[in-house]
């Protein structure tokens, strides 16, 4: 039964209500997250009245209203319940250690990588290019929007420390919660994002040398809780510096990406970008080729940056690395692209036939392919001779 003779709706009915509420940010049950703090019935005399305690992890919490909204919309749900409040506290030092363990799995005072431990199912995949300006960090969103609409658990790490613009892309205006030194990030579009910009005021410049950007890195890494992603994307900053050697140190398994222009020039610092992989031990798995062409009102097309860099960038890696380097997919120039990104909607969500948008598709859909597992991984084993 649901309700009491009374009319009272069930205590057990309640908490197996707020057992379907997940927080926002953790994705896991409040009351298993030590969440709720008390559940009231018949408040004030009205056997249909309900009070429910929720903690906060951090006063402020950005997510105060979303936890309110879902408590209240489960709760109302139970056969019998006419009205209810939902009362707000916040966590104390203790409670949210305990929330850290029970998140974290472990009493480990220091947080690990999670994606560079050997089990690790998660594809990661670190978007490079040569130069700046060829739409590198639109290729990211996009895609990291495409393949979460798909189904799959998606991150990204805008670690263009310098020059970082995916927050805007992706219309986040949310600042991660901390709690203890485990760090939440914000979502948009089902997708979990974490940038410095998030962390500076305004608009302040980033002035930092080398060692100052592998800890940013690593906290983004390490002390961010990711959950179980199927998919991160990393935004690194243009050439071959201090992050796409960290990214290389902290993340070995991470797979390049490489964004480029059709303009020569542009193909042959992307090439180098690629080529790091050499140094680095790791798998180049495509490049993609933006501003490939801007199609006429006749149909006809008008190749701006001239063509082929694309595809010399593929064949040129593919001979430098020994392996299969695929040209992904061609953009065509399109200002919707330029508008979204502006906007923070991406172009595959706001104007799906776009071409721009179909192309950035396609390239989705044969990252999405790609399963999770160890394929491409070093297993760790060494030859012994008999």
């Not at 940010?25 to 009205?46: A, S, W």
Request: a negative charge; hydrophobic letters at 40%.
């Amino acid at each position: 039964m649901t309700e009491t003779m009374t009319g009272t709706p069930a205590l057990d009915a309640v908490n197996a209500a707020l057992a379907t509420v997940q927080d926002p940010e953790i994705n896991r049950p409040l009351p298993e997250l030590g969440m709720i703090k008390d559940v009231q019935l018949g408040v004030g005399g009205d056997p249909g009245a309900v009070r429910v305690e929720v903690y906060l992890t951090v006063s402020g919490c950005p997510m105060r209203d979303t936890i309110t909204d879902r408590v209240t919309e489960a709760v109302t749900r139970v056969p019998g319940v006419t009205t209810v409040q939902v009362g707000l506290d916040v966590m104390n030092d203790e409670q949210r250690t305990e929330l850290r363990k029970t998140v974290r799995g472990t009493d480990a005072p220091e947080a690990v990588i999670p994606f560079a431990q050997p089990g690790s199912l998660t594809r990661v995949y670190a978007v490079a290019s040569g130069k700046g300006g060829v739409g590198k960090s639109s290729v990211t969103v996009n895609l990291a929007a495409s393949l979460a609409r798909r189904g799959l658990s998606v991150g990204v790490v805008d670690a263009d420390i310098y020059g970082h613009s995916v927050p805007r892309m992706l219309g986040v205006d949310d600042k991660p919660t901390q709690v203890e030194n485990m760090i939440m990030p914000p979502q948009s579009y089902g997708v979990k994002v974490i940038s410095i910009g998030m962390f500076t005021p305004g608009n302040t410049p980033v002035v930092w040398r080398g060692p100052m950007l592998h800890r940013a890195l690593q906290q983004f890494l390490a002390d961010v809780w990711w959950g179980d992603l199927d998919v991160l994307l990393m935004d690194l900053p243009p050439g071959t510096g201090d992050v796409a050697i960290s990214v290389a140190q902290l993340v070995p398994n991470a797979e390049i990406l490489v964004v480029t222009t059709p303009q020569q020039a542009a193909a042959e610092v992307a090439e180098r970008a690629g080529a790091i992989a050499t140094q680095t031990h790791q798998q180049v798995v495509g490049v993609v080729e933006n501003m490939s062409w801007l199609e006429l009102p006749d149909g006809s097309r008008m190749e701006l940056f001239g063509s082929g860099g694309g595809q010399a960038v593929s064949d040129a890696l593919t001979k430098t690395l020994g392996a299969r380097v695929p040209l992904l997919g061609q953009i065509p120039l399109d200002t919707r692209l330029r508008e979204a990104g502006d906007a923070g909607a991406p172009i595959v969500l706001a104007q799906p036939d776009a071409p721009a948008a179909q192309a950035l598709e396609k390239i989705a859909e044969g990252l999405a392919v790609r399963s999770r597992g160890l394929s491409g991984m070093s297993l760790g084993l060494t030859p012994v001779r008999r």
